[in-house]
């Protein structure tokens, strides 16, 4: 063991002895802890800024003064999406999809208002977050520093006196690892202190030390490959010409392949046409504002039917708000229909790509940091799904206080004047029928399981690489 850290000891007497590689330290280190601590601050900013318009938004809806029913219906309401703790290191999807709904009666909005305040305030640096870092620059310094270790022994002919002392190429793989190690365990450190920040604002412990361990696996793994192409080949220029060529392949290549792979196998339909498909299938339902329209005569001849009376004027209860309620339960089970369509093709587009992280360990950290983050895109269909909950029940709860809390009468006379709008207004204690939305990300132990398989393949890449590297170093003692 004293000859490993002796070895790991000269390694790093080494680099700090270069220049370049001190110098290449300092960026990387003033890189990691600059987009650390501004990650960090703009998740905390973006999370309290979210919390107080959620609530803003529910007390301006709340305060809402006596009026029509449909009118607060159209009114509508917003809900924010509050970033997890953990996407203080990795924001994931979170930065292109948007982070508030607007919830309206008769339709499904897109979620809006994706984040590039960051992009603005630095420069384009916003986007340099702690999770790209780690899983595509600092593989390039690991290679820089790495790719020489064994090669410099070779080259400056003390590999033959070190193995003629008694060290093996085993025992010199060790002490080049543990170097490299120490690195890794140094430049992980911003990453460790995300993962305990996180779990000081409400997150789980395991998921902040899962994550962290994935991305030292993901770090390791480019150290055991630098190591093996080290040992393997004879000069530093092919050693660091394979080693470039695979951090191309795995980090550039490979997932743009995944991608229009992903793409041409799973296509999905132009949102002109499935706009165009999905108004057809809507217009078929009938206008719930025109209580006259065809498609609700049976509705009508039935309640008439029910209550024995000869016209809707003559019912219990509000024809038009009744329309209302059964054109928005028709709308909705139309809407939520194509919704999830487009969710499940997503969903098979996403299972597609992370397939590709078995032969990229970019792929793989990639999906297992956003699964554990709660920033994956299985997260904002789930957001998607709660907002159109909360969307669907207030306009249910209005069309109701429009049936029951508002004559037949009163509604069609509504346009006849000053007195007209006032008796067609009912009172805003109905406006409490709007639910609290605070969204939460899955239970840590879900998250877990969902970044499973992309932690096994980041597992078997490092075991796969070390023990080849271990192979090669018993033949260097020969």
């Not at 800024?49 to 029509?68: K, S």
């Not at 509705?299 to 054109?327: K, M, T």
């Amino acid at each position: 063991m004293s000859n490993t850290i002796r070895i790991a000891k000269e390694e790093w007497r080494q680099w700090l002895r270069s220049r370049l590689a001190v110098l290449s330290l300092i960026v990387f280190t003033t890189l990691l802890l600059f987009t650390t601590v501004l990650s960090t601050l703009d998740a905390q900013e973006a999370r309290h800024q979210r919390l107080h318009q959620q609530e803003q938004a529910e007390a301006t809806f709340l305060n809402q003064p006596d009026r029509h029913p449909h009118r607060m219906v159209h009114y509508g309401h917003y809900v924010f999406r509050t970033p997890p703790p953990l996407a203080m290191f990795d924001p994931g999807v979170d930065t292109v999809t948007g982070q508030s709904l607007f919830l309206e009666g008769h339709r499904q909005n897109s979620a809006m208002f994706a984040d590039a305040r960051a992009a603005a305030r630095t420069g384009g640096f916003g986007a340099l977050t702690p999770a790209k870092l780690y899983h595509l620059f600092l593989p390039l310094l690991v290679i820089a520093l790495g790719h020489g270790v064994i090669l410099r022994e070779r080259e400056a002919r003390t590999l033959g006196p070190l193995i003629s002392q008694g060290v093996s190429g085993t025992r010199l793989y060790h002490g080049k690892l543990l170097a490299l190690g120490v690195l890794i365990g140094l430049l992980s450190l911003p990453a460790l202190f995300s993962s305990i920040s996180a779990w000081v604002s409400g997150e789980r412990l395991i998921a902040g030390l899962v994550l962290y361990v994935g991305n030292l696996l993901y770090l390791g793994i480019w150290a055991a490959l630098t190591l093996l192409v080290s040992v393997v080949t004879r000069s530093r220029g092919v050693a660091l010409g394979v080693l470039a060529a695979v951090w191309v392949l795995t980090v550039l290549v490979i997932p743009r392949i995944g991608v229009t792979s992903a793409s041409a196998t799973l296509p999905t339909e132009g949102k002109i046409l499935t706009d165009m498909r999905m108004n057809d299938d809507l217009r078929k339902l009938g206008d719930g504002h025109n209580a006259a329209d065809p498609a609700f005569a049976k509705l009508r001849a039935n309640l008439l039917a029910q209550h024995n009376v000869d016209s809707v004027e003559e019912l219990p209860i509000n024809f038009r708000g009744l329309v209302a309620y059964q054109s928005e339960t028709d709308l909705t089970e139309t809407l939520n229909a194509y919704a999830e369509k487009r969710m499940q093709r997503e969903r098979a587009q996403a299972a597609h790509l992370s397939a590709f992280g078995w032969v990229s360990p970019y792929l793989a950290i990639g999906g297992a940091s956003r699964n554990l983050a709660g920033t994956d895109l299985e997260t904002h269909h789930r957001f998607l799904r709660e907002a159109e909950a909360v969307r669907f029940d207030f306009v249910q709860g209005l069309n109701k206080a429009h049936i029951e809390k508002l004559s037949y009468i009163d509604d069609i006379n509504r346009n006849n004047g000053e007195e007209g709008w006032k008796r067609a207004r009912v009172d805003s204690a109905n406006w409490q029928v709007l639910n609290d939305f605070r969204f939460t990300p899955d239970p840590a132990i879900d998250r877990v399981r969902r970044a499973t398989s992309m932690l096994t393949s980041l597992l078997l890449w490092f075991s796969v690489s070390l023990g080849f590297g271990l192979i090669a170093a018993r033949r260097l003692a020969l």
